[in-house]
């Protein structure tokens, strides 16, 4: 894991009935991954989230799988949404706002992130499947809606194209890293906050 004194970390332990995770997320990392869920598709698509944002990720869960895998993904999304926010910090000198436009195959994902401090999640997709994996697919907007509000981010998430459901959410993953690495990112010319209201 890459380790500096001005890089933005942040490190969350949250445990419920539900599920019991640890997770270290850094800003400034290099793509470094160390994620076990459980869920093998889910750490598939957290390290592809690291990977393409350039994020160092590590991720730990005991989570309650025997029921279904949605208290352990909707709970990541959670705390992976505060770490996001813990490790921005004041947000000074930010860029705030993020866009990609991701192609994987016949798949085209758009992902536009404001880090505006208030929740919304736009979400437009459809998935022929139930499940990729042990990955029930209703979860991949469960995870962003989890994310958005927990991190306090304008989050939008749209399929412009795309026929296979692995594709489709692998993209939409990896145009979220994309986006984010790019909303999170320092701006010389940005001497305080990226906001006429002097707060973000
Ligand atoms: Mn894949």
């Known amino acids: 894991m890459a380790n500096n004194q001005s890089a933005r970390t942040a490190t969350i332990n949250r445990k419920t009935s539900e599920t019991d995770i640890s997770l270290y997320l850094n800003l400034d990392g290099k793509g470094n991954a160390d994620v076990d869920t459980g869920i093998g598709f889910f750490d598939h698509m957290l390290k592809s989230f690291a990977k393409h944002g350039l994020f160092d990720l590590k ?11 949605h208290h352990t993904i909707e709970d990541v999304g959670i705390v992976l949404g505060e770490a996001i926010k813990k490790a921005l910090g004041d947000k000074v000198g930010i860029k705030r706002y993020g866009n990609f436009f991701l192609p994987m195959d016949e798949t085209l994902i758009l992902c536009a992130i404001d880090l505006s401090n208030r929740p919304y999640l ?11 994996g042990y990955f029930d697919t209703q979860m991949v907007k469960e995870f962003f809606y989890a994310i958005s509000y927990s991190a306090s981010m304008n989050l939008h998430l749209k399929k412009m194209w795309g026929e296979n459901d692995h594709h489709i959410i692998e993209a939409m993953f990896k145009a979220f890293a994309k986006a984010l690495d790019e909303a999170v990112s ?6 305080n906050v990226l906001s006429t209201k002097g707060s973000l």
């Open 122 to 132: 736009v979400f437009e997709s459809e998935f022929k499947s139930d499940s990729v």
């Open 59 to 69: 991720v730990r869960v005991q989570g309650d799988l025997i029921v279904d895998c």
């Open 186 to 191: 320092k701006d010389s010319r940005i001497t």
